[in-house]
């Protein structure tokens, strides 16, 4: 069990340009989250995947953002035309959902933006 | 939507003492998790309460679910540096016994400090 791991840890872009995360979570997990956090705030959810499927999206989350997990296995979460606004920590966290069982949350690192 | 509030905000406590940190949630809480950030870093779990009354400990922490009050308590003995931290609470919005469960909201964190 290696965890959950994300990549890249740190990202600087100028406003307008397009960035993508990746997220790869525990192998066994059939559930994937993408939350954002800012400074002295606690992570907002952002999507969730069960396997494959987008299951739900924030009405937070823009039109600019878009969030993928083509086999069910790792996940990339995409913001096109970044603005200053979207600085922030971008977490992934995955779990083994079984039904009715509410299992943790485990959660990467983070990938931190900064959007200049 | 389930709103959940964390007092105190931040704490800053001596070496050796006890302290308790509190969650409260406008809603009927299904289940609650405990979870502790460093700086910069991703989430670690810590633990996960499902039944009213419940209590478990790791280590010097303890956290108590009290569902009639909607409240959880999470208790650190005789800190220590190591404790420092953002500690965060985190529910799932819907009932767990339904199977609908989706996502952990969480609230705001608490800022503890440990001073020698």
């Known amino acids: 069990d290696t965890g959950v791991s994300q990549n890249p840890r740190h990202k600087i872009t100028k406003r307008g340009q397009n960035v993508t995360f990746r997220c790869d979570p525990i192998s066994e997990h059939n559930r994937l989250y993408w939350y954002r956090q800012t400074l002295g705030q606690g992570p907002e959810f952002l999507t969730y995947f069960q396997n494959e499927a987008q299951l739900e999206k924030s009405r937070l989350l823009s039109d600019r953002f878009s969030a993928e997990r083509p086999k069910g296995s790792f996940s990339t979460l995409e913001i096109q035309r970044t603005e200053q606004g979207d600085s922030a920590m971008y977490l992934c966290a995955s779990s083994l959902w079984g039904g009715r069982a509410g299992s943790p949350l485990h959660f990467g690192n983070g990938t931190r933006l900064t959007v200049t | 939507s389930q709103e959940l509030e964390q007092s105190p905000q931040s704490l800053i406590v001596q070496e050796g003492k006890n302290l308790t940190i509190n969650c409260t949630s406008s809603k009927t809480l299904y289940g609650l998790y405990w979870y502790k950030q460093k700086y910069g870093e991703g989430l670690i779990f810590l633990m996960m309460?499902?039944?009213?009354?419940e209590e478990k400990s790791h280590e010097k922490i303890t956290a108590k679910l009290d569902e009639k009050k909607q409240q959880s308590s999470l208790h650190i003995t005789a800190s220590q540096p190591s404790h420092a931290g953002i500690y965060l609470c985190g529910a799932y919005k819907e009932g767990l016994n339904t199977g609908t469960a989706s996502k952990l909201t969480f609230g705001t964190g608490t800022r503890l400090q440990v001073t020698l």
């Open positions: 309460l499902q039944k009213g009354g």
